[in-house]
């Protein structure tokens, strides 16, 4: 079932987001509308704008700053402080999942499934890793009380020098 039904969409056998949607009506805005409102979020006009923008395209790696720059040029009338409040309220409600790859870079993520990142040092790529292709082991006990949500692996590549 393509997300949104558009075509060039490519989602992956692991995206709860998706899988939980119930069945595609064939109207990628009243989809769009209707996945909102599951998840607890009013169907705000910006909110539609800007998961049109993050969700019509496919799995991808969004900054606030350049989810800003596709609005404006999409014509979506957001300001930048709208545009993190959404991002933060999709992630809250799973729509997206929130990848910091430094303290100064934190990257929104659509494929909210079990997977790792390569990181491109210098040059701001992220790219997906299959969750199966990494196995932690031996990973610390948690302190009295607390259980392990979720293990991220940031790969860090950079170009080799010759
Ligand atoms: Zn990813």
Redesign the pocket.
Known sequence: MALLNLPGVRVPRSSPPTENWPAQSGCPYHDLRRKLREVGLRPTRQRVGLGWLLFAKG?R?VTAEGLYEEATKARVPVSLATIYNTLHQFTQAGLLRE?AVDGAKTYF?T?TGD?H?FFVEGENV?Q?IDGELVSVSALPEPPPGMEIARVDVIVRLRRKQD
Do not use: K, S, Y
Request: aromatic letters at 0%; zero cysteines.
């Open positions: 799995d790696h990848v993520d494929n997977h990142h992220l997906d």
